[in-house]
């Protein structure tokens, strides 16, 4: 029984996952503008490659997260993924943006708040949580 609501779990956090990769997947340029106006790297090649690769990251790790697979993976991509959207929403809490990809106003809101940075830490502690349960059971 605690294997099917852990696999529960994943399946609805990989379905979070999914809908925000989706629309990056639909708006790459928009995410793009978007994470250029955050100001974490100038206008370069690699702001380029890295809102790609972010992109392809949030799409393993719902793969990850939806079909039987390592938790280990998992949890290193989810970790990752996650520490990077808090950490740049922290570094820009309170400015309002004029270039919003509209990517599910989880990683790239129009206007970063408190409240976007708690969800984005909730979405971490959920993968610990699901990992320890994964490890446990």
Same mark, same amino acid.
């Given at each position: 029984?605690?294997?099917?609501? *852990?696999?529960?779990?994943?399946?609805? /956090?990989? *379905?979070?996952?999914?809908?925000?990769?989706?629309?990056?997947? &639909?708006?790459?340029y928009q995410f793009? &503008?978007?994470?250029?106006?955050?100001?974490f790297f100038k206008?370069?090649?690699?702001?380029?490659? /890295?809102?790609?690769? $972010?992109?392809?990251?949030? !799409?393993? $790790?719902? *793969?990850?997260?939806?079909?039987?697979?390592?938790?280990?993976?998992?949890?290193? /991509?989810?970790?990752?993924? !996650?520490?990077?959207?808090?950490?740049? $929403?922290? $570094?820009?809490?309170?400015?309002?943006?004029?270039?919003?990809?509209?990517?599910?106003?989880?990683?790239?809101?129009?206007?970063?708040?408190?409240?976007?940075?708690?969800?984005?830490?909730?979405?971490?502690?959920?993968?610990? *949580?699901i990992y320890g349960?994964?490890?446990?059971?």
């Amino acid at each position: 029984m605690k294997m099917i609501l *852990i696999n529960i779990c994943k399946i609805l /956090l990989g *379905i979070v996952f999914l809908k925000s990769s989706f629309i990056k997947t &639909k708006k790459p340029y928009q995410f793009y &503008k978007a994470l250029e106006d955050y100001n974490f790297f100038k206008k370069s090649n690699l702001l380029l490659v /890295l809102s790609t690769f $972010l992109i392809v990251l949030e !799409q393993l $790790l719902c *793969i990850f997260l939806i079909l039987p697979s390592n938790p280990i993976i998992f949890l290193s /991509l989810g970790i990752s993924l !996650q520490l990077f959207y808090i950490f740049l $929403l922290f $570094l820009n809490l309170g400015r309002d943006f004029k270039n919003n990809c509209e990517c599910f106003s989880l990683n790239a809101p129009a206007v970063v708040t408190g409240k976007n940075i708690s969800i984005n830490i909730f979405l971490l502690i959920s993968i610990f *949580i699901i990992y320890g349960c994964l490890i446990r059971y």
